[in-house]
């Protein structure tokens, strides 16, 4: 409607004719790009803010600029403005009135600039922003003090980053004027040391440690903070303080990469949903303390700070009943510890317990009723432990209603429990790599006398999709053996010897996705059926061709390296091509006048031979060639020895050219000689 387009066209002529102004007398493009009310002018080389733009922006990015210096006024104008961006700009200073008086700006970042220049004028311009509510400090180069200046008064302030910076301390005058901060990101500083700050925040709710030098986190009593990070420090030792009688707000602690001994000492009252505790060096010590009964255990550590304050947290360090409330964690990562048990009741303290994962442990054996996982264990991974046993009555395995994903690979285990997976009904992914366990009929073969058996039976587990036996020592693949089964994924590979029974992959053949038969010496089977197949790995088998019923499926990855392959059929290339995205082919005797087919994957954009660099052909006399660059002449024999021929009578004819070459420089200096004496014999004119 023309009566509310007018005075917007206006508006916006207006706004340009404020742009063109001053760049009438220095004509330059017009550095900022306008999306509503926000005015978009990152990497420009601008050397301060742009004069000119509309009264009203609301938003101004600045990122990536030449501005060294916010000078006096330069925002005065932008009196909307509610958002602030000057991210990498070697800023050093906001001059004391760059805001004017009382400005009310929200949102502030500064990340990577150099402020620890100018952060004396700049701490008198933030004071000029009561209502500042988000500041971004990042990479700045700040020290303690620093940033104790710059935090003046800030009492609005809900979100700080002063991530990558160069702190060392926290003490209590640190943040005391924040009353709002609600999210604060240290990660990246220097911190060794927190002695009772932030008792002035009291609604801080997120705080990131990660990436410092703290090596403890002792009395710990926030208990408004919902997350906390402490990742990738040094800490020995996280104690809550035990006698608090408050509900902790914690949700997520994060202690991964630490130098952990013990399991934390957790809060007595909390909501921890998520425990980050992998790579540190958690265990459990009851073991050791039942073996030396009669020695005097130390039951207390002191801490010292740098003020040569003493606190004495004591901490049960033996009782293992005293880990804190973990009664609503949900996620338990502990993988790359110590932990070779789970103490008495340690599970089933966890009734939520979903993720608990274990991989690279020291776990001996696994007693799957006297734990007492809950019904919503989702997901267990044991993975790389030293497991040898595994126990588990139906009834136990039964309540495991929502386990979904067991890995158990990399393990020891030569015995698992009758039933095992096919009493647990969500079971979807099951990985038993790399322990010694066979595929068994139904007829149990070899029962332990507590119903253990050395093999598995897999038939007729109708919730598994994804079936992991690689390196089980399996010799055989008996001819029902995955007879009612639906699974997507298969991998038998690195069972060398294994005889796959006609008929057993048959059986899968509907909806099997992930084909794993490297290095078993596979022989021939028939994959014509297999009309959803797009990974198959065929690799280290021996195979002098590709099989033929590889044609008509949409293979997307294959893996046929390390096996017997003198060519690949220039038909078959071409019907896989299309398909195709990643192919492995080194490490076969490819025959160098047989290689239509590389030419043929080469030039077709989507195949990405992977390993194109290691695919090698001989010749007929056994010389190797890189597929990639083929010097040579290929054809039938008769045009060989031609070839031959030519050569042998092209090297005659360079041997003659080069005697004849030899006599003439050794004759033909007599000669010159003699022609340069009678001219030079000429007497001179002196
Ligand atoms: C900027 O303003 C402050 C306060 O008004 C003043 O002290 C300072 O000298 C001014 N800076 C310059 C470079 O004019
Ligand atoms: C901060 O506020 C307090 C009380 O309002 C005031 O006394 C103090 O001078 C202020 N600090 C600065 C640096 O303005
Ligand atoms: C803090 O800043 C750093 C670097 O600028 C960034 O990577 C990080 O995501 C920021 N933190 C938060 C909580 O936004
Ligand atoms: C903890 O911080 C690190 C580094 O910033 C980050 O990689 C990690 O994801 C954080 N952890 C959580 C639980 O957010
Ligand atoms: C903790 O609080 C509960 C109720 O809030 C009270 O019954 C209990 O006695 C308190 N315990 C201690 C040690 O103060
Ligand atoms: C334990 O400590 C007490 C006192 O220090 C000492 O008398 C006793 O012999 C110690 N016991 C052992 C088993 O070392
Ligand atoms: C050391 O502790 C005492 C009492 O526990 C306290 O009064 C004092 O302020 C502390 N010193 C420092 C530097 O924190
Ligand atoms: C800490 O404990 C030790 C030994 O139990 C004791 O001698 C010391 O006085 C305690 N220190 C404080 C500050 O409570
Ligand atoms: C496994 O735990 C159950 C229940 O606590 C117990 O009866 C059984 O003896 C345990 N099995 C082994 C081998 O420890
Ligand atoms: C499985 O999980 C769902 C929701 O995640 C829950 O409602 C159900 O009770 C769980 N089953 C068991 C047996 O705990
Ligand atoms: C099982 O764990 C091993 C070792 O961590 C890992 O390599 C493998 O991918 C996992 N299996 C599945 C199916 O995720
Ligand atoms: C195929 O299987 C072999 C033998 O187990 C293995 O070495 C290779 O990494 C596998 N290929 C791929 C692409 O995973």
Redesign the pocket.
């Known amino acids: 409607m023309p009566v509310h387009t007018l005075p917007s066209t206006f508006l916006a002529l207006l706004a340009i004719w404020n742009i063109l102004v001053p760049s009438l007398s220095h004509p330059q493009p017009n550095p900022c790009r306008m999306i509503q009310r926000m005015a978009l002018c990152n990497n420009a080389r601008l050397p301060c803010v742009p004069v000119g733009l509309p009264y009203n922006t609301d938003e101004l990015q600045l990122n990536h600029n030449h501005i060294q210096t916010l000078l006096n006024n330069s925002l005065l104008h932008y009196s909307s403005l509610f958002t602030l961006s000057l991210a990498g700009n070697h800023l050093e200073k906001i001059e004391a009135n760059a805001f004017g008086d009382s400005h009310p700006l929200q949102s502030l970042y500064l990340a990577e600039n150099n402020l620890h220049v100018g952060y004396q004028d700049t701490s008198h311009a933030l004071l000029q922003l009561p209502q500042l509510q988000v500041l971004d400090l990042s990479k700045n180069k700040l020290e303690d003090d620093m940033v104790f200046h710059l935090l003046q008064n800030l009492t609005s302030l809900q979100y700080l980053n002063l991530s990558g910076n160069l702190m060392q301390r926290l003490d209590e005058s640190s943040f005391e004027g924040l009353p709002q901060l609600r999210e604060l990101d240290l990660?990246g500083n220097m911190l060794f040391e927190i002695v009772r700050a932030f008792s002035g925040n009291p609604k801080l709710q997120r705080l990131?440690l990660?990436?410092n030098n703290l090596p403890c986190l002792v009395d710990f009593h926030m208990t408004q903070l919902v997350v906390l990070?402490a990742?990738h420090n040094f800490i020995e030792w996280f104690v809550a303080r035990q006698e608090l009688n408050e509900t902790f707000h914690l949700e997520?602690l994060?202690l991964t990469d630490n130098k952990l001994l013990f399991f934390p000492f957790l809060p007595s009252q909390s909501r921890l949903r998520n425990l980050?505790l992998s790579h540190n060096s958690v265990r459990f010590y009851g073991g050791q303390v039942d073996d030396a009964t009669g020695e005097n255990w130390t039951t207390s550590v002191q801490f010292y700070n740098l003020n040569g304050n003493v606190s004495n947290v004591t901490a049960q360090l033996w009782d293992e009943s005293l880990h804190g409330d973990v009664s609503s964690v949900e996620i338990l990562d502990l993988r790359g510890n110590q932990v070779e048990y789970f103490p008495q009741g340690f599970i089933s303290q966890m009734p939520s317990l979903s993720r608990l994962q274990m991989y690279t442990n020291c776990l001996k054996t696994l007693n799957l009723t006297s734990e007492g996982f809950s019904g919503s264990l989702y997901e267990l991974d044991v993975s790389n432990n030293r497991l040898s046993e595994v126990i588990a009555e139906k009834g136990a395995l039964a309540a495991l209603g929502n386990l979904t994903y067991l890995n158990m690979s990399l393990n020891a285990l030569g015995w698992l429990p009758s039933g095992l997976f096919s009493s647990v009904e969500s079971l979807m992914s099951v990985d038993l790599s790399y322990n010694s366990m066979g595929i068994c009929t139904s007829e149990t073969r070899d029962v332990h006398e507590d119903s253990s058996s050395d093999c598995v039976v897999w038939r007729n587990i109708a919730s598994l999709r994804q079936l992991y036996l690689r390196g089980c020592g399996i010799k055989w693949v008996p001819p029902s053996a995955f007879a009612g089964m639906r699974l997507t994924h298969l991998e038998l590979s690195d069972n060398p010897g294994l005889r796959v029974e006609t008929g057993s992959l048959q059986a899968l053949s509907g909806t099997l996705q992930h084909l794993g038969l490297g290095k078993t010496d596979m022989r021939a089977v028939d994959f014509s059926a297999f009309h959803r197949l797009s990974y198959l790995n065929i690799s280290r088998n021996s195979l002098t061709h590709l099989p033929t019923s590889l044609l008509n499926l949409d293979l997307q990855m294959l893996d046929a390296s390390e096996n017997n392959l003198s060519t690949i059929s220039p038909g078959q290339a071409a019907s896989l091509a299309p398909t195709l995205r990643r192919v492995f082919l080194a490490r076969n005797p490819f025959d160098c006048c047989q290689m239509e087919w590389y030419r043929t994957f080469e030039t077709t954009k989507t195949v990405n031979m992977v390993d194109h660099t290691e695919i090698l052909c001989l010749d007929e006399a056994k010389r190797t060639y890189r597929a990639g660059v083929l010097p040579i002449f290929c054809g039938d024999l008769s045009r060989e020895s031609v070839f031959w021929y030519l050569l042998l009578i092209l090297s005659g004819f360079l041997l003659f050219v080069c005697i004849l070459t030899i006599c003439l420089l050794t004759f033909r200096p007599l000669l010159l000689q003699k022609t340069v004496k009678k001219k030079s014999v000429k007497p001179t004119s002196y």
Request: aromatic share 22%; charged share 10%; hydrophobic share 20%.
């Open positions: 990660h990131n990660a990436f990070n990742s997520t994060d980050y």
